[in-house]
């Protein structure tokens, strides 16, 4: 690993720790400038081409995905590692699926799925655009599906 402040390529790790997510985080330390940093790594899977509502396909972008996610999130009481997380989810779920491509239909519900566990607002903004929902009514239907749901998994104490 070659040292950001000198550019020398000796250097030592002096802490690692691993996350739920395959992430490594290496303390490093330069052998020749002696300054400190900290690297992540992760493993680079074979993600599916995305098959576009138009019938193009791309390849998966993260940055992409997680842009989406930070603008339904914006101004809104959701932490960055949750949506770092709902990300990593996706992404993970993508490899494991083992396909060669897959509709960008599967990546849009696993993100409803996800929003509507960490914020409702969130999770509105996102379906009015990838549910369509065209107008007021059908933005009221769904947050009246929305509350109903809330109201039948509170428990009465």
Not at 135 to 143: G, K, Q, T, V
Request: hydrophobic residues 35%.
């Amino acid at each position: 690993m070659r040292c950001p402040y000198c550019q020398n390529e000796d250097t030592k790790v002096l802490d690692t720790t691993h996350d739920n997510r395959g992430i490594v985080r290496r303390r490093r330390e330069c052998l020749s400038c002696h300054q400190r940093f900290t690297t992540l790594e992760r493993p680079l899977l074979a993600t599916p081409l995305i098959i576009k509502k138009d019938g193009t396909r791309e390849e998966f972008d993260r940055e992409k995905l997680l842009r989406g996610i930070r603008i339904a999130c914006a101004k809104r009481p959701v932490p960055a590692s949750a949506i770092e997380r709902l990300v990593g989810e996706i992404e993970t779920t993508l490899q494991r699926m083992g396909k060669a491509e897959v509709n960008s239909r599967v990546i849009g519900d696993m993100v409803i799925e996800g929003l509507r566990g960490l914020d409702h607002i969130a999770y509105i903004r996102y379906a009015i655009v990838y549910l369509q929902l065209g107008d007021l009514h059908a933005i009221r239907n769904e947050i009246d599906r929305l509350l109903s749901e809330e109201s039948n998994n509170v428990k009465p104490q």
